[in-house]
C-alpha cells in the first residue's frame, strides 16, 4: 500500500457525460500527479499540482481539468467524455525536496470505461 | 527529447530461471534519474528502484539486481530465480533534472509471465 488513495476504483459512464476523480496524497506530500494509462497511448503525465499550484502541464487536453485543494487532495475532471478516455487514470505524489526530483508514488488508479 | 525503450514486449520464462529486461533511454540532460515500476495483474504501480545518472553504483535487493551503464544508456533489471510472483508488467521511467519539470517518462512496459 502506497499511501495514496483514489476513488472511485471503477467507473462506467456514457460519452458526453462528465465525471470527476479524485486522490488523497499520502501524509505530508504536497505535490500531487495525474497520469492516465491507455492501450496505444502506454502511461502518459497529464498535469502536476503543487501546494495547491499548477507545476507542470503534459499531453492534457482541454476538456480534462484539475485542481489540488487546501487540503491537499486533488481532482481529476473529465468532460465531454469520449470512447478513446477509456483508460487507467493513476495519481502519484512526493514529497518535495528543492534541487531534486522525488520518488513519486502511485494510487491504485481509477479504471474509467466510457460505452 | 527524452524516451525509453523496452524492446522486449512480452518474456515468458519459468519458475527459477533468471530473467534480465533491457531498457534504453535517451536524453540530453547530463543530470538525470532512472526508475523501475512493477505492475501486477491487480494494477497498481508499484515504486522498485530509483537511481540518480551521477550515482553509477549497481544495485542488489534480494533476488532483484539492477545493471546501469551511462555509456550505454542503459538500465537493465535482473531478476534472479523468478517466481510466479514475479508475474507483472515492468516499467522502466525518466526524469530529467532540468527545468523543474518532474513529468515520468515511461516506456512501454515488458510484459513478464512466470510459469510454474
Known amino acids: 500500500d502506497s499511501g495514496v488513495t483514489q476513488t472511485p476504483k471503477h467507473l462506467i459512464t456514457a460519452t458526453g457525460q462528465r465525471v470527476t476523480l479524485r486522490c488523497s496524497p499520502r501524509s505530508g506530500d504536497l505535490s500531487v500527479y495525474w497520469y492516465q494509462q491507455s492501450l496505444d497511448q502506454g502511461l502518459q503525465f497529464l498535469i502536476q499540482y503543487y501546494n495547491g499550484e499548477e507545476r507542470a502541464k503534459g499531453n492534457i487536453l482541454e476538456r480534462f481539468s484539475a485542481q489540488q485543494f487546501p487540503d491537499l487532495h486533488s481532482e481529476l475532471n473529465l468532460s465531454s467524455l469520449e470512447l478513446g478516455d477509456s483508460a487507467l487514470y493513476f495519481c502519484?505524489?512526493?514529497?518535495?525536496?528543492?534541487?531534486?526530483?522525488?520518488?513519486?508514488?502511485f494510487g491504485p488508479g481509477t479504471r474509467l470505461l466510457v460505452l | 527529447a527524452q524516451k525509453v525503450t523496452q524492446a522486449q514486449t512480452e518474456i515468458s520464462v519459468v519458475e527459477k530461471e533468471d530473467v534480465t529486461l533491457d531498457c534504453v533511454y535517451e536524453t540530453r540532460d547530463t543530470t538525470y534519474y532512472l526508475f523501475w515500476y512493477k505492475q501486477p495483474p491487480s494494477g497498481e504501480l508499484v515504486f522498485l528502484i530509483r537511481?540518480?545518472?551521477?550515482?553509477?553504483q549497481n544495485e542488489i535487493s534480494g533476488r532483484y539486481s539492477w545493471n546501469f551503464q551511462k555509456s550505454t544508456s542503459s538500465f537493465n533489471f535482473t531478476i534472479t530465480a523468478s517466481q510466479v510472483v514475479d508475474s507483472a508488467v515492468y516499467f522502466c521511467?525518466?526524469?530529467?533534472?532540468?527545468?523543474?519539470?518532474?513529468?515520468?517518462?515511461f516506456g512501454k512496459g515488458t510484459k513478464l509471465t512466470v510459469n510454474p
Open positions: 502519484a505524489s512526493s514529497v518535495e525536496l528543492a534541487g531534486s526530483p522525488r520518488t513519486q508514488y
Open positions: 521511467a525518466l526524469i530529467e533534472a532540468q527545468g523543474g519539470s518532474e513529468k515520468l517518462v
Open positions: 537511481r540518480n545518472s551521477f550515482d553509477e
